[in-house]
């Protein structure tokens, strides 16, 4: 329910650093507490219009933001983690988020937050794709023990 509920906010001054949030994601990946069985995956839910970081040179170029998340992405996607972006709302910039994702397939629109439950499970079943079981038997035989007189011996009951 909290994921359909999800908005974007319209009031007050926003900004959205995506470089910095693919960039810490990949560096969680990185510690200690990452499984190290696991496949490596960041999920970016995003409007998808980035405005910061502001380009230290230059507070002008609006265009450092949307470079350096690129950047960053493509520093995540060499070592061998997979983007999926979401963009949410009717202002995303599509081409921009296909960009940063894996591939064009691991971009994904919703209009509205009630779009995005179907996108994550969407994902969840791209991510965790079913194996084959691997069965693995084993034939055990059982053995008779011989005396060193070479005939197995009975015991009998006899009183």
Not at 14 to 39: P, S, V
Not at 116 to 130: F, H, R
């Amino acid at each position: 329910r909290a994921i359909e509920r999800t908005a974007i906010g319209k009031d007050g001054l926003q900004y959205t650093n995506i470089g910095d949030a693919i960039r810490k994601a990949a560096n969680e990946l990185a510690t200690f507490r990452a499984n190290e069985t696991a496949r490596p995956v960041i999920i970016l839910l995003t409007d998808g219009i980035p405005t910061r970081p502001e380009d230290p040179e230059n507070q002008a170029n609006k265009e450092y933001p949307s470079s350096y998340a690129q950047q960053i992405a493509g520093e995540a996607k060499s070592r061998s983690i997979d983007i999926y972006t979401i963009g949410l709302g009717d202002e995303v910039q599509g081409g921009f988020l296909a960009e940063l994702a894996t591939s064009p397939d691991h971009y994904y629109k919703a209009a509205s937050g009630a779009e995005l439950s179907e996108i994550y499970q969407e994902i969840a079943t791209a991510i965790c794709k079913k194996v084959p079981s691997v069965i693995e038997i084993i034939p055990r035989m059982n053995t008779l023990t011989f005396p060193t007189g070479g005939a197995p011996t009975r015991q009998s009951n006899t009183r």
